[in-house]
């Protein structure tokens, strides 16, 4: 199985600075028909998770423009270019290059 | 507007069965592959269950695999998760999703909570 690796596990942030979450998989994500496919979810407070960026760096619809993704290969990083209140919660990465889909052990995002 | 809502979820003993069903709305679901993830109290999300569009290729998790079984009903719009043989480590908030063109889970339901102990 690949193992997905985030780090930090959390991360406190002040309010309208940037915030950046990191990615790691034991293996490459490129998959044989040569897309990558490594997504990024949020997990508000009491909610399910929410699709953000899929394909390392494609924005799913109505996600704000701040959040932006890149990375290649193993190595993947979510950013947040200006950290609102809106953005508390728990972000996790996950690969489905592969079976079994596996996901990151999640980052918590707070504001200091 | 996409729809997923669980139901299903309860309190059951070891060893008992539970059937969870997801039904689907707003999109066409027979076009859809689908998947079931579960989150136990606290901890992070683990990916459960896969199954094609057609039902012809399914996946399992290693720590279900032989005790749960997917499937889904296209016809219904729905998606269940029969579980058998039900372990405390299985204690955990159900979601079923949607897997989109780009591979990767873009609707998401609710949940439902499922809870074994005796």
């Known amino acids: 199985d690949i193992v997905m690796t985030q780090t930090p596990l959390s991360s406190p942030v002040t309010l309208g600075q940037p915030a950046s979450i990191s990615c790691r998989s034991s293996q490459s994500l490129v998959h044989s028909d040569g897309n990558t496919y490594l997504s990024w979810l949020q997990q508000r407070p009491g909610q399910p998770p929410r699709l953000l960026i899929y394909k390392i760096s494609n924005r799913f619809s109505g996600v704000p423009d701040r959040f932006s993704g890149s990375g290649a290969g193993t190595d993947f990083t979510l950013k947040i270019s200006r950290v609102e209140a809106e953005d508390v919660g728990v972000y996790y990465c996950m690969q489905a290059t592969q079976f079994l889909y596996t996901f990151g052990q999640g980052t918590k995002l707070e504001i200091k | 507007q996409v729809q997923l809502v669980e139901s299903g979820g309860g309190l059951v003993k070891p060893g008992g069965s539970l059937r969870l069903s997801c039904a689907a709305s707003g999109f066409t679901f027979s076009d859809y592959y689908m998947s079931w993830i579960r989150q136990a109290p606290g901890k992070g999300l683990e990916w459960v269950s896969y199954?094609?569009?057609?039902?012809?290729?399914?996946y399992y998790a290693d720590s279900v695999k032989g005790r749960f079984t997917i499937s889904r009903d296209n016809a219904k719009n729905s998606l269940y998760l029969q579980m058998n043989s039900l372990r405390a480590e299985d204690t955990a908030v159900y979601y079923c999703?949607?897997?989109?063109?780009?591979?990767?889970?873009?609707?998401w339901g609710q949940g439902t909570l499922v809870t074994v102990s005796s």
């Open positions: 199954i094609s569009s057609s039902g012809s290729t399914i």
């Open positions: 999703a949607r897997e989109g063109a780009q591979m990767a889970l873009d609707y």
